[in-house]
């Protein structure tokens, strides 16, 4: 009867939570987990995202606070979206020396730098007066005049102090144009998380309001990946391999799970996975309303995203978890 009932009882092993604990497979660790951080310039005190509980965009000074409240929590890292006072067509405030995001990296540099890893948001929807992730021309994303832009941001943000600097545009050949910019300019250390798996999603809606990014016109269907194929986020993750991505990231996670355990399986290097805003929205509003168990589903679907093959996790909750954990 061996391998049968009554012999075998997988419950024997769900007794109590010291031996759940034991036998468990996957586990949310808070060194794995990514913290974003709005910074606005120009505000004096931090402003509330309305329809993200908790969240705010921070001014300079706020923004070392919650920096260094992370980083004791044993947050993993950081990742910097910055919102200008001016927006201009081609995004020009991106890779000021006197940016927002320049000037909160070496804020953060001073303060937690040696303590976590620092990441910046390499992307030109905050900065550019129509809310698209590139230069226009006649109305579109010219894809190659981007990959300009987008190394000379990378640029400024290394040599603010960024760590690692993620591109999240989806151009074609982002992250090679990337890679050639940093060396050449003296910044072979610093590494690139390219958000090579970047749906045209419904869950980003909230983070627009966080970051001041929404696209004036049209939508960004033409750049970023299509729900309803599988094969282009393998061979997307393939080609940022190919030209010199270090890390990749899946965005949105929740409804990408299947994508994150693919990816994970194919490449050889860390897979990040992006809780969005749209996945923290959602639990936040339904524990508002009393009709789930907050604590206990944050938890879950950290613990999804980790047990589908994430080994990076972004997500809002980050630093309570992380304490939480602790």
Known sequence: MNGRFPAT??????????????????????????????????????????SMPGVVQHTRDSLRKAAVDAVQQGVGGLILFGIPAVKDARGSAADEPAGIIQLALRDLTAEVGDDTVLIADLCLCEYTDHGHCGVLADRDVDND????????????????????????????????????????????????????????????????????????????????????????????????????????????????????????????????AYQVSGEFAMVEAAAARGWLDRDRAIMETLTAISRAGADIIVTYWAAEVARRLS
């Open 145 to 272: 005049a981007t990959l300009d832009r987008y190394a000379a941001i990378a640029c400024a943000q290394a040599a603010a102090g960024a760590h690692v600097v993620a591109p999240s545009g989806m151009m074609d050949g982002q992250v090679g144009a990337i890679r050639s910019a940093l060396d050449q300019a003296g910044y072979p250390g610093v590494a690139i998380c390219a958000y090579s798996t970047k749906y045209a999603s419904a869950f980003y809606g909230p983070f627009r309001d966080a970051a001041e990014g929404a696209p004036r016109f049209g939508d960004r269907a033409g750049y970023q990946q299509d729900a309803r194929r599988t094969t282009e986020a393998l061979r997307e993750a393939e080609l940022d391999l190919d030209e010199g991505a270090d890390i990749v990231m899946i965005k949105p996670a929740l409804a990408y799970l299947d994508i994150i355990r693919r990816v994970a399986d194919a490449v050889p290097v860390p897979v990040a």
């Open 9 to 50: 009882r997988p419950r024997r092993l769900r007794r109590s939570e010291a031996l759940r604990r034991l036998v468990a497979q996957t586990s949310v660790q808070p060194g794995r987990l990514v913290l974003p951080l709005f910074v606005k310039e120009g505000i004096a005190e931090p402003q509330p995202v309305a």
